[in-house]
């Protein structure tokens, strides 16, 4: 149910095939395949023909960058995850909102799928791409400033911030030195620093062992320290009757940024992988495994704390840590406390496998969170955790009472692909979330975005999903996974159909729409086109907006779009309104 839909690997550079098939999410699946079956493989599945693209549309070397502009860091803008860029940073307001236009586009090489959350610093927009390429573009014009290649898909959003010959004290540098990188983690679970001026290496660590590790969730920055959560692929490996399922544990990493040094380490199940049972034809199964951690942690500067959310076991027995919100120490990695949400959810891929020889024998419903924990401070000064499930519950904790819980709200019905999978957004009052609930046979079904009042969890007002002008189209959908955006007064939001809608946080009707799901004209000179918009939401700085458009177990897309306020191509948006089931006023 993740592997790409065909119409996307047709679209795939065969370099990109061939990487997952020898050192990517494939090698399990081709570990007995010859080197030129796999190069068959790749011929058939890849875009025919597929050209080699010279990069053209580098920066002039003496383009300056604007003095002091305000930043988008990391995934989540903040390091509670909240996704909220306040107004003097977002430059956009709902009076300039008839005047946001596409600025610029730029197309991601031999890719059929855009998966970073994008990343503003200094003038620049950083973000990572499917066949590991990290690029460094100008955020105003979108010239190239530089490349790096990575080994593997990379998910994250790139982290910046300072790095020291020695250690940080209180943001300092202690002995004078310091100069500025770029972080994020790939596929292969590697970690990398970059030299932000010039994108050459620093350093390259693989934290954890484990063959299946891999980092999806983007790596967080707090001073001398970078926290990395660790995810896998042995949940998909197991759909292999043959594969020996499950020994693989999630965990977060503190490393130091000077050198990548590991400085903690934090699993999220305590107790080693032991040999629990046999099958007939001699696979020997391990346990406990799973809760992985698909997300970026939140840090919790008061309490000193990090937290990450986990997902579900793999094998048995099951845990009390997956399906769950763990509290690490944030200098120490000692485990403070943990709450889990859902018991016993044993899943893997065997489970929706022809052959079901790896599925629990009493498995969950893959209910795991792929949302971040989003923190935030209420107007009496109290404090609230949430954490959104992909079973289209919500929960809201107390950080402060070790995880006690405050309320929960449900939102829609749940499923594999259901509920809320990336996360929503938040401000001092409300918080909204946009609703999957994806329907593999029925493209009308899924969608919608709600308001929630932080106090009580109530429903302040729903705004139901259009009726998707592509459903006729492979992987078009209602549903909405992406992570939406929220500036003071306007919440911006994607959908599978490819459509980028911007509601009124008030009462949710929609007031512009861009349907990205066409042909771009781009910076760089390569053929790009947008797609379902999933995985990674808007970043928005000075007054320009920018998203990353296509997916690959949806409609594919392989195009940055840039928009501005102050004008730009010709491309039209729709200024209009949504259905919208109205109640109590949002902010």
Known sequence: MRAPEPEALHQMAKSSILAALNSGRMKWEARGLTKAQKNAIAIYVAAPDSPVVTITGYCARDLDPPPNPPVWA??????????????DAAGIDRNQLKNLKLKWAFGFPGAAATFGQPTSYDGRLFVGSEDGTVYALDAATGCLWWMFKASATVKTAISIGNLSSGNLVSGSPANGKQQTAAFFGDTNGNVYALKVEDGSLIWQVHPEAHTAARITGSPLLMGTRLYVPISSGEEGASADPAYPCCTFRGSVIALDTASGKQVWKGYTIAEDPQPTRKRPQGVQYWGPSGAAIWSAPTADVKRRAIYVATGNNYSDPSTDMSDAVIAFDMKTGKKLWSRQLTAKDVWNSGCVAEKKDNCPDRRGDDYDFGAPPLLRSLADGRRILLLAQKSGLIYALDPDRRGRLMWKSRIGHGGPLGG???GGAASGRYAYFPLSDFDFDNPNVGGGVFALDLRTGKQVWHSAPPKPACAAQYGCSAAQMAPPTLIPGILFAGSLDGHLRAYDARHGDVIWDFDTAADFKTTNGVRAHGGSLNGAGPAIVSGMLFVNTGY??????????AFAVDGGETKKASVRTGKVVRGKQGM
């Open 420 to 422: 809320i999978e990336w």
């Open 74 to 87: 990391g995934w989540g803008a903040d390091a509670g995850n909240s996704r909220f860029q306040p107004a």
């Open 552 to 561: 690959t177990n949806a409609m594919p897309g392989n195009v940055l779009l």
